[in-house]
Nanobody, 129 residues
């Protein structure tokens, strides 16, 4: 069974740091394009980053300088390092994998149903000021 599982969320004070992990199973991380998304309360989803199967990463402009994505293919895990956190970073963070499959996904609605095949359940990040 192919799965995507996020972890590492929690509560942190403004200015602090947090690293989220996204571990995939049932497939190789380097066979998938990966995305990080977030959804704040009452807001639409935002794309945080996109990492292609070769490891090339693009961080959305508004997060550049504070957020970094790395991956460990041996652990089948991709990480989202978040620094200088602000209260507006409070959101549920999702990880998604695109394996190029034709089956639509039933993710949180952050992207089109065919854009990613597998979504994690999300991990809550709460930043207090």
């Amino acid at each position: 069974e192919r799965q995507v599982v996020e972890s590492g969320g929690g509560s942190v004070q403004a200015g602090g740091s947090l690293t989220l992990s996204c571990t995939v199973s049932g497939f190789r991380l380097d066979d998938a394009d990966m995305g990080w998304y977030r959804q704040a309360p009452g807001a639409e989803c935002e794309q945080v980053s996109f990492t292609s199967d070769d490891g090339t990463t693009r961080i959305t402009d508004s997060f550049q300088g504070r957020f970094t994505v790395t991956r460990d293919t041996a652990k089948n895990t991709i990480y989202l390092q978040m620094n200088s956190l602000r209260s507006e970073d409070t959101a549920v963070y999702y990880c998604a994998a695109d394996l190029g499959e034709s089956t639509p996904s039933d993710g949180p609605g952050c992207a089109g149903p065919y854009e990613y095949n597998y979504w994690g359940q999300g991990t809550q990040v709460t930043v207090s000021s």
